[in-house]
């Protein structure tokens, strides 16, 4: 269980949102997103709701892993504008009440950057990990250019030279296992706390942090890696205690106890939210795929029990000391939301779950129209991980406007993405926000429902009624939501005290005869009379 810290206050009952900057609005017309299109289009996240906004890399960078690989933590890339048009967006969202957290690649940074040169150059240098042969494992090392020689470890791409936080312990015959107090895990420590104060100091609040858990390495239970952030988190609190710290770790169980505010349920890992999403398109899990099971399925394949085993498991070992579990629709690496076998008019009984369980919800952009996955799209910036995982179709630009590429350069030469969806029922914003009966206006009712009611809020209790089809819990004693998101009609006995009801968000759904029946795809939220 982790140790009682103090909190922001803002963010427990706060709806997030990620923006993908290349695919969210484009200004100037270059087919690339930027942040003067993001400027124009602040007032649709305002109107939608949210709280706060997670960039994904803005930093400088050549975008061989589309921005993950960084060649300067201090400097906007200037395909999307300067540091000074950062600020104004910060500065026009927090008019608007909307906080922006942007991504930290704290693990590595690419081989263009200025750090790593230098240590090509000198041997003496520890800010990276090298060795003249090479070490274990033997698929994460890579020759090293310039007087250095030898091999460099890195993080994911060959392009990413993995950053020395050291080693948890040393091994024989591998001289280059620098303790986690060594020089250069010193020197790297200090770097991302002041990259971190830079931003804050700019008026970000707050960062989501990339590969989390990578920074020491060969760390059995990552217990150095935890005591890594665990003093980054000392620091943030006293000295930017309304600053987030969300990380991709995958595994809320241990990232939370290490110092995170939040950690995300993700497609790797641990199987929470592959149970709840995972149809086997885009990034492929075959030892989930092929079971065939996912809760959110229009045939009812999967149940509810391994989600419930491994929320149950993160919020034990979270506690009362503070902190959450967040649940994103989707994100740049996985599938969206809508895709393979699920439609948009499926999606909303999982929006209905999203804004009423005890997470932090996390919308992914366009996942709030119903933006569909988009199979077989070609390698665009390090998008295609292999012919079974495949990104790009994640990507795609945000529509909003009817039309193909309606808001991005159509000229070939200018072209970042091919059109998202070529056929007629493609959504848009535009005209989602004419039609009161879209999921657009759903979601947004849905977050407004959430913002108003602390019952479902993460603080509010949770009673879990039924682990079948449909799924229903009870939060905060006083809502009842009913689930049904596969085909076929199903129903429950009410418990006790719910038989009359009243209806706040239902989609069909009705409570009579001590019971509740549900349609096909259905949804209910009901306040206890």
């Not at 997030?16 to 290349?22: N, S």
């Not at 200025?114 to 240098?125: G, H, K, M, T, Y």
């Not at 009423?356 to 119903?370: H, N, S």
Request: aromatic content about 10%; charged content about 20%; glycine content about 10%.
């Amino acid at each position: 269980m982790s140790r009682s810290r103090p909190q922001p206050s803002w963010l427990a009952s706060s709806v997030l949102y990620q923006i993908y900057p290349q695919s969210f609005a484009d200004a100037n017309g270059d087919g690339v997103g930027d942040l003067a299109g993001v400027l124009e289009h602040l007032d649709h996240l305002a109107w939608l709701g949210v709280d706060a906004v997670w960039f994904s890399p803005l930093f400088a960078s050549p975008f061989a892993d589309a921005g993950y690989d960084v060649s300067d933590y201090l400097t906007v890339a200037p395909r999307y504008g300067t540091t000074e048009d950062l600020v104004a967006v910060v500065e026009a969202a927090r008019r608007r009440g909307i906080r922006v957290l942007l991504d930290l690649v704290a693990g590595h940074t690419s081989d263009q950057h200025p750090w790593f040169r230098q240590w090509a150059e000198d041997p003496q240098d520890h800010r990276y990990i090298g060795s003249a042969r090479v070490g274990s494992p033997a698929g994460s090392w890579a020759p090293t250019p310039g007087r250095r020689g030898g091999y460099y470890q890195l993080n994911f791409y060959p392009c990413q030279p993995a950053l020395n936080f050291g080693y948890a312990r040393p091994a024989p015959g591998e001289p280059w296992r620098d303790p986690v107090d060594g020089e250069g895990p010193r020197a790297n420590r200090r770097a991302l706390r002041q990259v971190m104060a830079h931003w804050l100091g700019l008026g970000v609040s707050g960062f989501r942090v990339d590969m989390a858990s990578s920074l020491v390495k060969d760390d059995p239970g990552h217990v150095e890696t935890a005591r890594l952030w665990g003093e980054l988190r000392d620091w943030l609190d006293a000295e930017h205690p309304e600053a987030a710290l969300l990380s991709e770790w995958g595994e809320p169980s241990v990232a939370v106890p290490a110092g995170f505010h939040a950690d995300f349920f993700l497609q790797f890992g641990n199987p929470a939210l592959r149970s709840l999403w995972h149809t086997g398109v885009g990034t492929h899990d075959p030892t989930w795929s092929e079971t065939g099971r996912f809760f959110f399925d229009p045939e009812g394949s999967g149940g509810i029990e391994v989600f419930l085993r491994e929320w149950r498991r993160a919020t034990a070992a979270i506690g009362a000391g503070g902190g959450h579990v967040a649940l994103p629709s989707a994100n740049h690496d996985y599938a969206r939301l809508v895709n393979g076998p699920r439609t948009a008019e499926q999606a909303r009984a999982a929006f209905a779950f999203l804004m009423t369980w005890p997470a932090l919800p996390t919308v992914y952009y366009g996942d709030e129209i119903g933006m569909r996955y988009v199979e077989d799209l070609p390698d665009v910036e390090g998008s295609v991980l292999s012919p079974s995982n495949n990104r790009t179709g994640s990507r795609t630009p945000m529509q909003w406007a009817a039309g193909p590429g309606a808001e991005f350069s159509t000229a070939p030469e200018d072209r970042f993405y091919l059109p998202l969806d070529p056929s007629p029922e493609r959504p848009d914003v535009a005209g989602q926000r004419a039609d009161e009966d879209s999921l657009l206006h759903l979601v947004r009712r849905l977050v407004a429902l959430r913002h108003a009611t602390p019952a479902l809020q993460p603080a509010g209790s949770l009673e879990v009624l039924t682990e079948g089809y449909p799924f229903a819990y009870v939060r905060g004693g006083s809502h009842l939501v009913v689930l049904n998101p596969r085909r076929e009609p199903a129903g429950l006995a009410l418990p006790e005290g719910w038989a009359g009801a009243s209806p706040v968000e239902v989609e069909g759904v009705r409570l009579r005869s001590g019971r509740a029946e549900t349609a096909g795809f259905g949804f209910g939220i009901f306040r206890r009379p």
